[in-house]
């Protein structure tokens, strides 16, 4: 699989928004709660229009969201 | 397990079974009939090879998606596309093998029986639907690259 240098802070962003569970941000995203899972473990780097409509469900900026690790740039 | 994990369970289960049933068919032929291995297979592998091809191109309707449910997003068909090209690619490498191996087993020169064109074809897409599996299985369980395109 790809090298994956994206983190992310959906676990925290989900309890800081009311204890939202995995399957409820799904729905909002529209995408399968185990992508959301896949996500969140960093086993899946979101396509960009995924990762925007994430954060927007937070109504948060994006890199509040996902975090890339630009060390080997 | 989602939907494409499940079809393709089902789909490996049918063609395991498939393949022993032939195996277990072809027995008699061979043992009290004295054919070769490749002619009790050929025999012996006529119905179970119909209840593989109907149950794996039949499999995704026993596997209904769940309305008002998101059952496929962008990771999924990142997924669907990976296997299909491994499996395609695992097919045309069956064809050039079987072609390679024909080639050295009967020479150059020799005319082959035109049923035979027909095991080729159904070895072909037989690995093509196998590997498929196989990958939508193993992407699954590692994450399924990265999205965006």
């Not at chain 2, 068909?77 to 090209?85: G, N, P």
């Not at chain 2, 093998?97 to 072909?124: E, N």
Request: hydrophobic share 45%; glycine share 8%.
């Amino acid at each position: 699989m790809a090298e994956n240098n994206l983190s992310n802070k959906i676990r925290r962003l989900r309890f800081d928004n009311g204890e939202m569970t995995q399957q409820q941000l799904a729905n909002k995203v529209g995408v399968t709660r185990q992508t959301i899972i896949a996500i969140e473990a960093g086993k899946y780097a979101p396509s960009l229009t995924l990762a925007f409509r994430i954060a927007k469900a937070f109504n948060t900026p994006i890199d509040q969201v996902f975090q890339y690790d630009n060390s080997d740039i | 397990m989602n939907r494409q994990q499940k079809i393709a369970l089902l789909q490996l289960t049918i063609i395991a079974i498939a393949a022993i049933l032939s195996v277990i068919n072809s027995v008699p032929y061979m043992h009290k009939h004295g054919y070769t291995f490749s002619q009790a297979w050929w025999l012996g592998s006529g119905w179970p090879v119909v209840f593989c091809f109907f149950g794996v191109v039949l499999a995704p309707l026993f596997l209904r998606k769940k309305k008002g449910q998101i059952n496929f997003d962008e990771r999924d068909l990142i997924i669907y596309r990976t296997a299909s090209q491994i499996g395609f690619g695992a097919s045309f490498f069956f064809f050039i093998a079987a072609c390679a191996t024909l080639w050295f087993a009967v020479g150059i020169d020799t005319p082959i029986p035109a049923y035979w064109l027909g095991r080729f074809i159904l070895g072909g897409w037989l690995t093509a639907v196998t590997v498929h599996a196989l990958t939508t299985i193993v992407c699954y369980s590692f994450g399924g690259k990265d999205g965006g395109e």
